[in-house]
């Protein structure tokens, strides 16, 4: 075969992945690969700067998502990737800063950065891949099994009340929320491409329970059985009130573009603040931001 030939018949994410690190370490029938199908597709579609876009996660399964992403990575420690993204922010407004990972990382070991950076408005996109447990530590009880999901730590079920993400980013401050399954290609990708249009923090949750641990312990069946179960008991209700939208074990799945305002964001906030105080004495922050 011609080289002219192979090139057209390559898959045109390919230029946005390290194909060096393939095949990746995802367990088959995990979702998490096809989340990173979507945000491959959102980035070639956004037709973004590449060199303007920065992508960060922490520890577990959804945390190695930046280590095969081309851009520029930083692959942080658990549940510091949102501080170690505003940081990266702050020092260069111009890029797009994106924080790849899990629902443990996010929402459990990182939970009051998360809530932080969404109460000051850090222009970041948060991408949360919620697979219900601790899928890379063992199956544990994370901060979103539902109640009565058996994981290791919860061999009876589990009897905590899990957050909804949501609702949570939604009371904290976020400018745009969203939820999806791994199933919901063409709408994560369009969520994904609608964040980088937006300033201010946008989160979006990605369903895909562990197809190893979490659907083991549930006798949930495994592979594409498993999402397309979640899949199927989706229902789509843009604008729901976030309050609505708790997970329950085996339940009806409420997905959908729930938030989507506009508010000034930290910088915003901070250059407005200091110029008033400072007055002609202060220059403006970041402004090539907007």
Known sequence: MKEEDRLEERNPIEDLLRMDRIPHIWCPGCGIGTVVTSFAEALRKSKIDLDKVAILSGIGCTGRVAGYIKLDSIHTTHGRAIPVATGLKLANPDLKVVVFSGDGDIAGIGGNHFIHAARRNMDLIIICVNNFNYAMTGGQVAPTTPIGGNASTAPYGNFEYPFSLPYLAEACGATYVARWTALHLRRVTKSIQEAFKKRGFSFIEVITP???????????????????????????QHGADTRTLDISYQGKLIVGKFVDKEKPTFLDCMNEHLAKVLGDKYQLYGVNNE
């Open 210 to 236: 562990c197809v190893t641990l979490y659907a083991r312990r549930n006798r949930l069946g495994d592979g594409l059985n498993l999402l397309k179960y979640y899949y199927e008991k989706s229902e789509i």
